[in-house]
Nanobody
Framework: QVQLVESGGDLVQAGGSLRLSCTAS????????IGWYRQNPGKEREWVAH???????READSVKGRFSISRDNAKNTVYLQMNSLKPEDTAVYYC?????????WGKGTQVTVSS
C-alpha cells in the first residue's frame, strides 16, 4: 500500500508558475513509476507526465517545454514544475504510483489559471 498526498495547487495568473508536490507514505526509491494526471469536470482524466525509477521522464505534448517532473527519493516526493501556465491547464491534478502490479492515486490538488 502507498498513500499519496498532493499539494501546491493554487490560483495563478496566466504566464505564472506553480510547483506541485506528491509525497508518498513509503520510499519512492521502491516505486516503479510515478505520474501526474489532470482532470476537469465531465472530462476524462488526462496523463500529464511520469518519471520512472531510473529517472527517465516523459511529458505530454500539451505541456512539453513548460512542465517538468522530478523526484527526490530522500523526501519520498515527486514534483511537477509548471511554468508558462495557461487557462487550459486549469484542472485537479492527481499523482499516481505503480508498485508491482498495483497502482495508487492521491486525492488531487486544484490548479486554477486565470486569464
Amino acid at each position: 500500500q502507498v498513500q499519496l498526498v498532493e499539494s501546491g495547487g493554487d490560483l495563478v495568473q496566466a504566464g505564472g508558475s506553480l510547483r506541485l508536490s506528491c509525497t508518498a507514505s513509503r520510499s519512492t526509491s521502491n516505486v516503479n513509476t510515478i505520474g501526474w494526471y489532470r482532470q476537469n469536470p465531465g472530462k476524462e482524466r488526462e496523463w500529464v507526465a511520469h518519471i520512472a525509477r531510473s529517472g527517465v521522464t516523459r511529458e505530454a505534448d500539451s505541456v512539453k517545454g513548460r512542465f517538468s517532473i522530478s523526484r527526490d527519493n530522500a523526501k519520498n516526493t515527486v514534483y511537477l514544475q509548471m511554468n508558462s501556465l495557461k487557462p487550459e491547464d486549469t484542472a485537479v491534478y492527481y499523482c499516481r504510483a505503480w508498485v508491482g502490479a498495483s497502482d495508487y492515486w492521491g486525492k488531487g490538488t486544484q490548479v486554477t489559471v486565470s486569464s
